[in-house]
């Protein structure tokens, strides 16, 4: 048993949750054709023992969430020298909303266009919610819409306290980089007063520090999502059967084309009107973070090759890019706005929800401000999703449902997801560098 366990853990995790999602989603089927076949309700039956295990993990997610995103953008933005780059640091952050708003954008078409769980039959996905352990009474019924763009505006403005305790996610995000930009600014007036200076030195390190010990809580969690995945996977295909592999399909190639456009598209477009040179000379020069993005999973992981890339292959001055890029591992999510959009149409299809041009622009712009906090780990646009859905008005039955169906292809979506976010820090850090003349030719 040791050994087998052994034989185990030395797999790669990502190795792991892809054999999870095919060992599940096959037992899950043969429940389903047990039943349908045989008349006795096998797979309904095994759901209440199967389903905790897949719950553990939505909940572990739903647990760390907030202290991934409140303590990534403290860190992140207190790192921000202002003082020292001005204007030049307002124009990261505004290339990042910009390329975060145009994937966004691209996000919500492609996700129209492909139009996810349309025509789907919503009794299946009501037994879902059920054996996920919520409560899903009237889900086909008249759904809530998302609140109103004024309700948002509002609401991002709270009692940091009060957002905490009833998980307000988007007050929490404007709360903590106006905490982290205020640490910056002290410590930028404070030349003349070290004692002040170092303290609010100390406070970022004490952050930092905290941040340490959340990511090893999420490589903890990160351990347990085979197991997890397994399950959700049973009680996905069990009870609905192979009918769900139709959402999973095009929800996959719809995304994966999203990233495909914002990376051979929209980002040499980009280049090409702010340098004037041919940008896929420059994007071919950064294949090597992209393929280690892809691989790793993380922005934060990569960051090493992401430095170096900048340095020695686009040749952008160091002041910039030790900045520019860890910002952007930590902010920019472009391949999360691609995402995100998609799993908000799939569940206004599947819960009967009408999205008009208000609530598409809600959308759009709680995507951009969301993708902020998915701190550059592994998995971390599962936790946004927690955001968009809970904006949209769905409750905690129908938010599951969502989640275990993005949890079950999140793997082969996070790798493209991961290598879009890096280019675009790296497009965004060339494309200021050739601007200011931080580029040593």
């Not at 087998?4 to 037992?27: Q, T």
């Not at 993005?406 to 560098?433: K, R, S, W």
Request: include cysteine; glycine fraction near 10%; hydrophobic fraction near 55%.
């Amino acid at each position: 048993m040791r050994a087998l366990f052994r034989w185990y853990i030395s797999k790669p995790i990502l190795l792991r949750i892809i054999a999870a999602v095919l060992i599940g989603s096959a037992a899950g089927i043969v429940l389903w054709y047990i039943s349908a076949t045989t008349g006795n309700p096998v797979a309904t039956k095994a759901m209440p023992w199967i389903s905790p295990f897949g719950m553990v993990l939505v909940n572990m997610l739903k647990m760390i969430v907030i202290p991934v995103i409140f303590f990534s953008l403290v860190v992140g933005a207190a790192n921000l020298p202002i003082s020292r780059f001005g204007s030049i640091g307002l124009k990261v952050i505004g290339w990042y909303l910009l390329t975060s708003f145009v994937a966004a954008v691209i996000g919500v078409f492609i996700a129209l266009a492909v139009d996810p769980g349309s025509g789907a039959a919503i009794e299946g996905w009501q037994e879902i919610a059920k054996s996920l352990g919520g409560t899903a009474a009237n889900i086909a019924g008249e759904a809530q819409s998302g609140g109103s763009f004024v309700d948002m505006l509002v609401g991002m403005f709270q009692n940091p306290f009060q957002a905490l305790s009833s998980g307000n996610f988007l007050a929490i995000i404007v709360f903590a980089l106006l905490f982290g930009l205020s640490i910056r600014i002290v410590i930028e007036k404070a030349a003349d007063d070290p004692t002040r200076a170092a303290k609010m030195e100390m406070l970022i390190s004490f952050f930092s520090g905290i941040c340490d010990a959340i990511f090893r809580m999420v490589d903890w969690i990160l351990e347990y999502a085979p197991i997890g995945v397994l399950a959700l996977s049973i009680v996905n295909f069990g009870v609905y059967g192979p009918n769900i592999a139709g959402p999973y399909v095009k929800v996959t190639l719809g995304i994966v084309f999203g990233i495909l456009c914002m990376m051979l598209i929209a980002y040499p477009v980009l280049l090409a009107i702010v340098t004037r040179r041919n940008p896929y000379s420059a994007m071919k020069r950064m294949e090597q973070a992209i393929l280690t993005a892809f691989i790793t999973r993380s922005s934060a992981a990569t960051l090493p090759v992401t430095l170096r890339t900048a340095e020695e292959k686009l040749r952008v001055r160091n002041e910039l890019a030790s900045f520019s890029l860890p910002l952007g591992a930590t902010i920019n999510m472009d391949g999360v706005c691609v995402h995100l959009p998609m799993f908000a149409v799939l569940a206004a299809n599947m819960f009967g929800m009408q999205l008009g041009v208000g609530q598409l622009v809600v959308l759009v712009i709680t995507t951009v401000l969301a993708s902020i906090g998915a701190g550059g780990v592994p998995g971390g646009s599962l936790m946004l999703l927690f955001i968009i859905l809970g904006n949209m008005g769905l409750d905690g039955a129908q938010t599951a449902v969502i989640v275990a169906l993005a949890l079950g292809i999140n793997p082969i979506l996070d790798m493209f997801e991961t290598a879009n976010n890096v280019t675009g820090d790296m497009v965004c850090t060339y494309a200021v560098a050739s601007t200011e003349g931080l580029v040593e030719e």
